[in-house]
């Protein structure tokens, strides 16, 4: 006969702030089915009534620290300019409680945020990008030392409830992964915009342009993800010697495009490394 299994008791996860973030990992944790309990605080009443509307089941309240109490990890989901003003509050409660946090600010080091915690605090950092909306999420963690192996595991499960996850050994390289993958949609988005634009002067509706362009990066990402091959090797596929793709790369490539990207992305990191900065 089968030994019955203990119901395994549900993980409690806070959110302080319920911004766009916040509610896509609630929207993964809960499509996941999870083993959660879910609280979410935010002083603003609208952000409240949309997840009362959405996930009834979610306490949603405005108190920060009564949505603390018992929790087993606090999910940090401010802004990182509020993020000192609100982790101070909750230091006491902290001190006491000792839940894992996860912080998803950009450019806040473990140390300050440890420091306004009160100390010895479980801290997981992490990077995440908004592609988490649609849980097609890439993000980058990093554990301080307080932190448990089912902390480590339970901090990876939340995050990967809204896509992939990747641990660093060295904080410093989430200043790279937020120039990379935390502000990485936004160089698609230029592209498809720049497109866009383009597609429009050679005469395609706009409409018409936006389904081909919006399908083909779909593609060329699925494409690159799943054929084992790398992109460097799909490029040369599509490319036809005295063909078409060769006349259009020739062009983006004698423009400069490695060496932008190279400029953009080491501008990102050192914006990153500045606001941790000025957030210390
Ligand atoms: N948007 C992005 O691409 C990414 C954002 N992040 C980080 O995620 C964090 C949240 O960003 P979003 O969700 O985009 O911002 P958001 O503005 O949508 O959400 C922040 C929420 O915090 C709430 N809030 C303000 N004061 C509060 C307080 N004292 N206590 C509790 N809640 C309070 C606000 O009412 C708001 O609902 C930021 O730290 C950001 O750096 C990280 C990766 C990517
Ligand atoms: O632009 C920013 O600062 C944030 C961090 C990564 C994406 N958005």
Not at 30 to 52: C, E, G, K, S
Not at 61 to 67: M, Q
């Amino acid at each position: 006969m089968d030994t019955p299994q203990l119901a395994q008791k549900p993980t409690t996860i806070t959110f302080i702030g319920a911004g766009n973030m916040a509610r896509s990992l609630i929207v993964g944790l809960l499509q996941d089915q999870a083993n959660v309990v879910l609280r979410v605080a935010d002083p603003d009443q609208q952000q409240l009534d949309a997840i009362r509307k959405h996930w009834p089941d979610v306490l949603a309240t405005t108190d920060n620290l009564e949505a603390i109490q018992g929790a087993d990890v606090v999910v940090l989901a401010v802004k990182p300019q509020i993020m000192r003003e609100v982790t101070e509050t909750l230091a006491e409660a902290a001190q006491r409680s000792r839940p894992l946090f996860v912080s998803i600010a950009a450019g806040i080091r473990e140390e300050a945020l440890n420091r306004w915690l009160g100390g010895n605090q479980a801290i997981v950092r992490c990077m995440p990008n908004t592609p988490a909306l649609v849980q097609a999420g890439a993000t980058g963690l990093y554990a301080n030392t307080q932190v448990s192996d089912s902390q480590r595991s339970a901090a990876e499960s939340i995050l990967r409830a809204v896509g992939i996850t990747l641990w660093f050994a060295d904080e410093a390289k989430l200043d790279a992964v937020t120039a990379i993958s935390g502000s990485g949609p936004a160089y698609f988005f230029l592209v498809m915009e720049a497109m866009q634009a383009a597609a429009e002067q050679l005469g395609i509706e706009a409409a018409d342009a936006h389904l081909l362009i919006m399908q083909t990066a779909l593609g060329a990402a699925k494409l690159a993800m799943e054929s084992g091959e790398l992109p460097a090797d799909l490029r040369q596929k599509v490319t036809s010697k005295g063909g078409t793709t060769e006349a259009a790369l020739k062009v983006l490539t004698s423009g400069g495009l490695h060496t932008l990207f190279a400029q953009a992305l080491q501008a990102a990191e050192s914006r990153s490394k500045e606001l941790a900065a000025a957030n210390s």
